[in-house]
Every structure is written in structure tokens, then in C-alpha cells.
């Protein structure tokens, strides 16, 4: 099936009922042409993560991501703010920094030039013959960055609308675990080999997780309790569930003095599209932020934080972190497995589409989501985010 046929069934599958929808074509995951569609429409355009607010909390601290094939740094500027900027030197474009860190000036580490936590470029040694060259000409493009509930956005698209507009509808549901509290844990990047659509897919559902996660995560969760929004949202979708009481994580620690109720034991798993996902509980928060390397790669930002009341309740800290970070290494060797295995499946001449069941109805969102973005006949597309 051609690009173009794929896109049309999709459109197909998002305009129909849950009930009657299917999960996307194979083609959407396999095909070249759709991953150059997708930077162009989807990741070019839209609000990234590059992680939590609480990740760079000192003024120098700083964090690298990427959009597309834009190299990024985020700072914390003096004043207590966080800007980001392109990391790519003025002169000779070298990639300035790398990882994560904290730094009192950001020296290109070809031919040094050095550049302050504004971007501007405060030092070019040798460049005084130069007729061409003033300093002011030579900062570095700063990108559209967001806070919303602790979490880092980034844009390369200059109208796109703000993250508290978009995200509005969202906004009570997240706000009431104060998550810019949580104290972040551990941050690690990998490369998985699978399309990033099926990771995004993976995590937006709770369906395979008695089954997949039935060693970790699994053992806890009661499907019967998952809630959906009323309405889905052209932005991000969510669900709610609830843990046991057996739960080693996902319910309120004693210190917690804020959350009631059901909500001491209930956690969101939001989706903002296109690739930032995450579980947000009474204790903890724990989430992936996507970028494709090409079709079959994605990199993979992984991070867990724990509410600080939480992290107080353990008689070990060391111990408590070493085991937490165990723990969620082992959930996500086990989304590993399934995702890289549903991309080579995908690849077969016998793989086709099958039913969703209504816990997937995140993934009909998703679908909904790719339609209004990709599908060439926009009026239709329109209609399909509407719905």
C-alpha cells in the first residue's frame, strides 16, 4: 500500500466510531516518505519536552534535546528563568554543548568562541581583521521555551499557540499534584529500534499492561477503573487509573497533605502530542519524551522524579533511588521488548490492522490527532480533530 493509501485509511479509521476503529496501517510505521512528512508537518511545528523545569534548577544549569535536525540547549538564566537556544556556534557551526550540566559561559570547543547565558556572544579571539565581524551580529537564535506544571516546552514554530492555551482543558487535572515539586531522580537517553508512533502508541495505553508489565507495573493496576476525557482534544489525551494497595509506587506518601480521596491512589497518564507522554501519581511522575532518528530509531528521553514528601518517607535515600531507578529500567526493558517487536511484525507481507478495544481509546485520539496534521485532504482532516 502507497503512502497516500495509507493516509487515506487512516482518515478512514479515525473518522469512525471507537468501536468500530482500527489500529493504523502498517505503512504509517515502515515508510520513508512518512517519517519526512511527519518532521515537516508534526515536528517542525508543534511543542517539545526536553525534560522537567526541576532538571536545571541553578542559574548555568542546562539541558541538550533537538528538533528535528536542530540542536538545542535550555538554561537557567541568573534571574531564575529558562531560555533556550540553538546549539550551534555562529562561526563555524560546532555543536556547543553536549548532555547536561552546569556552566558559567558556553565556549565552542572548536576555535572557543564564548557566549553568555542570553545567547550573546561575549568573546571571538583573532577576529579583529575581520571587516565582516561584529560581536552584536552573532548570538545565538533563541527558541520559544514554556513552563506549564514544571515541565520544559520548546518550539521552532514562532506562532504557535501558547502551551497553558493549548493545554488549558488539562490544566486542574495535572495541577493538583504540584508536580513542580517533585525532585528529579535520574534522566538517561537511548536509542530504541522501533518507528517512534509505536512507542508513543505503547505508552498512551493501559491495556497491555497486566500482560507486558505483569512482573512490574501490572500486578497493581485495575483496568475496570480506567476513566477517558469526555471529549478528545486536538492537543493531548489522557486516562486515569487506579493502584492497589500492594503498589510499591503510584499512591500518597503520609506526608501528602493536599491530595484526597480517590486522588491518593489515582494516577494520569497524559499524552501531549505528538511525543511527549508520562505517568503522573501522588508519588512520583515517571515519562518519555520522543524524537525519531528515522524510521525504525527513535531516541528516547527517560526520567523519573518523586514527590518530595515521598522521597522523605524512605529511611535510605541512596537505597530508595538505587531501587526506584531499577525498578522503572525494568518497566521499560519490558515496553522495549513489545515495541521493537510490533516494528518488525509490521514489516510483514501478512501484517494488517486489528480492532482496538476501548482501552486503546488514547491511540484513536493519537490516530485523530496524525489525520488533522498529515492527511492531504484538510477539510476532512478538520473534520476527523472535530469528532
Known amino acids: 500500500m502507497a503512502l497516500g493509501d495509507a493516509l487515506w485509511k487512516l482518515q478512514d479509521i479515525a473518522s469512525s466510531p471507537l468501536d468500530e476503529a482500527y489500529s493504523s496501517p502498517p505503512e504509517i510505521y515502515t515508510s520513508p516518505d512518512m517519517l519526512e512528512l511527519e518532521q515537516c508537518e508534526i515536528f517542525e511545528r508543534e511543542w517539545h519536552c526536553p525534560g522537567l523545569a526541576a532538571d536545571i534548577p541553578e542559574p548555568g544549569d542546562y539541558v541538550t534535546f533537538s528538533i528535528g535536525d536542530q ?85 521552532l514554530n514562532r506562532d504557535a499557540a501558547p502551551v497553558a492555551e493549548l493545554l488549558a482543558p488539562m490544566n486542574d487535572l495535572v495541577a493538583q499534584f504540584r508536580m513542580d515539586r517533585y525532585i528529579p531522580c535520574d534522566t538517561q537517553d537511548h536509542v ?8 508513543a502508541e505503547n505508552f498512551m495505553e493501559g491495556y497491555h499492561l497486566p500482560v507486558a508489565h505483569k512482573a512490574t507495573v501490572g500486578q497493581w493496576i485495575g483496568l475496570a477503573d480506567t476513566v477517558f476525557p469526555d471529549e478528545a482534544s ?25 491530595l484526597e480521596g ?22 512520583h511522575v515517571w515519562y518519555l519524551s520522543l524524537r525519531p532518528k528515522g524510521v525504525g530509531e527513535v531516541h528516547v528521553r527517560f526520567g523519573v522524579a518523586l514527590a518530595p514528601e515521598r522521597l522523605d518517607a524512605f529511611p535510605s535515600r541512596k537505597a530508595a533511588l538505587k531501587d526506584l531507578v531499577s525498578f522503572f529500567d525494568h518497566v521499560n526493558e519490558e515496553d522495549r ?32 490527532y496524525l489525520v488533522a496534521r498529515l492527511c492531504p485532504d484538510k477539510a476532512g482532516a478538520a473534520k476527523v480533530a472535530a469528532e
Not at 530504541?192 to 512507542?199: I, R
Not at 480517590?262 to 508519588?283: C, E, G, K, Q, S
Not at 517487536?341 to 501484517?351: D, E, T, V, W, Y
Open 192 to 199: 530504541w529500534q522501533t518507528n517512534w508512533k509505536l512507542l
Open 234 to 258: 486536538p492537543h493531548f489525551t489522557w486516562q486515569t487509573f487506579t493502584k492497589s494497595e500492594t503498589a510499591t509506587y503510584g499512591r500518597a506518601a503520609d506526608g501528602n497533605n493536599y
Open 262 to 283: 480517590r486522588w491518593r491512589y489515582t494516577t494520569i497518564m497524559p499524552t501531549v502530542f505528538p511525543a511527549h507522554m508520562y505517568i503522573l501519581a501522588p508519588d
Open 337 to 368: 521488548f513489545v515495541v521493537e517487536g510490533i516494528f518488525k511484525g509490521a514489516h510483514g507481507a501478512l501484517a494488517k490492522a486489528g480492532p482496538l478495544s476501548y482501552l486503546e481509546r488514547e491511540i484513536h485520539d493519537f490516530q485523530k
Open 71 to 155: 540542536p538545542v540547549f535550555c538554561i537557567r538564566q541568573k534571574d531564575g528563568m529558562i531560555r533556550s537556544f540553538s546549539n550551534v556556534c555562529r562561526h563555524r557551526m560546532m555543536q556547543l554543548l553536549e548532555g547536561s550540566g552546569n556552566t558559567r559561559t558556553i565556549v565552542c570547543p572548536y576555535h572557543a568562541w564564548t557566549y553568555g547565558h542570553d545567547g550573546s556572544l561575549r568573546g571571538a579571539s583573532q577576529m579583529e581583521k575581520s571587516k565582516t565581524f561584529k560581536k552584536r551580529d552573532f548570538c545565538l537564535p533563541e527558541i520559544r521555551t514554556e513552563i506549564w506544571n514544571g515541565w520544559i516546552y520548546i518550539t
